[in-house]
């Protein structure tokens, strides 16, 4: 086998003073986007990641219009103390993927703080995120508009999803930034052009979403059965000439995990520690799942160190991928750098 465990760390400091643990859960699971689910079935999920660890627990105002954050409320209502809690505003709700706007003024950041926090029947989050950059609102402004929810403890840390590396520097002139959460994958890799390094230099922690490039990387997506309400059907890549454009990628990712002896998914979020490491910053994936297995699957990353060749051979992957990560380039970093 040619990766080796180690002793999984308890917790990660990202910035500003938030810790968490290595690797948390990524909430958009919890609503339909990538199959259905039921509400018990998905609280269930949610509580096996609370107890085997992942208490990092990440969602948003627009994940199944706020369903997301209401199954989460149901394991807050006994468990809020456990769990380092994280949402975001920005994205306006209503509407499908590819067809929402952006918001980043001070009315709105208000009136989504104080739905979030109904929805999620508690009186702060641990982490607000800006989900989306508004084009229309200098940084500066929205960031200064979460900043009095700091003061007023509605929030404790602020973090931004998708900015640049010159956003995040404006931005943490305002105030302190604890993470940044954008899309960073074997498959994905335009972040580390500049968002990172900023983060690096700033301080500011990295939670990639995507890990597993929606479902892509661990080689069990199936165009076939994609059920009414999911997502992935918007994105570039997940077009048939794209699917069948990577498929040789995929293989020799599914290659590299035989020779690994890691799950596809293991080999993912093994190949993100490493990038961490490499950076010298720290990265929380936040893989999500319906089901409780998986969390297992995944969290078994935590304690994996991939061999140098094998990091080597997966680094060759992205610059041959076919499609773009997002429906809209000016909606992730790289289309704005």
Not at 248 to 260: F, K, S, Y
């Amino acid at each position: 086998m040619s990766a080796t465990s180690s002793p999984t760390p308890v917790l990660v400091d990202l910035g500003a003073g938030l810790r968490v643990p290595p690797q948390g859960y990524g909430g958009m699971s919890l609503s339909d986007v990538y199959g259905p689910v039921s509400d018990d079935d998905a609280l269930r999920t949610l509580t096996h990641a609370v107890d085997a660890g992942a208490t990092f627990v990440d969602t948003a105002n627009i994940y199944g219009e706020g369903r997301s954050e209401r199954i989460i409320s149901r394991l807050l209502t006994t468990r809020r103390d456990e769990v380092q809690l994280a949402t975001k505003f920005g994205i306006v709700p209503g509407g499908r993927i590819g067809e929402r706007s952006v918001r980043g003024d001070r009315a709105h950041v208000r009136e989504q703080i104080e739905r979030s926090l109904g929805r999620l029947g508690t009186d702060h989050v641990d982490l607000y995120y800006q989900h989306r950059v508004d084009p229309s609102v200098p940084i500066e402004d929205t960031v200064g508009a979460v900043a009095e929810l700091v003061e007023e403890g509605k929030v404790r840390h602020i973090g931004l999803s998708e900015p640049t590396g010159g956003e995040l520097r404006r931005a943490v002139s305002v105030h302190p930034i604890a993470a940044v959460q954008s899309e960073w994958s074997i498959v994905s890799r335009d972040v580390e052009a500049y968002v990172v390094p900023a983060a690096r230099e700033l301080g500011v922690g990295f939670v990639p979403y995507s890990p597993l490039g929606r479902q892509w990387l661990t080689g069990a997506y199936d165009p076939s059965a994609i059920a009414e309400g999911d997502g992935r059907p918007k994105f570039p890549r997940f077009a048939d000439d794209a699917i069948a454009a990577n498929r040789p990628l995929l293989a020799e990712v599914l290659d590299v995990a035989v020779e690994a002896g890691l799950t596809p998914a293991q080999l993912a979020l093994a190949w993100l520690y490493d990038k961490g490491r490499a950076f010298g910053l720290p990265v929380v994936p936040i893989p999500g799942t319906r089901f409780p297995e998986r969390v297992d699957e995944n969290l078994a990353a935590v304690a994996t160190q991939l061999a140098p060749e094998l990091v080597a051979r997966l680094d060759a992957i992205a610059d041959r991928v076919t499609g773009h990560r997002s429906f809209d380039p000016l909606w992730v970093s790289a289309g704005r750098e």
